[in-house]
């Protein structure tokens, strides 16, 4: 493997990593945002039976 080809592959793994690191912290902002919505449809629900 010659010098060109191994930065090439080395390039490629890196931008993949790079996207798969985008959609995890994506798809971690979208459960925290779920979790907040769930905490405060029960104090919502909790506040009108008092």
Known sequence: MTERQMIRLLSCLAALLALTACNT???A???IQ???QAISSTASETQ???
């Open 25 to 27: 912290v994506r798809g």
């Open 29 to 31: 902002g979208q459960d």
């Open 34 to 36: 779920s979790a907040g």
């Open 48 to 50: 009108s039976k008092l």
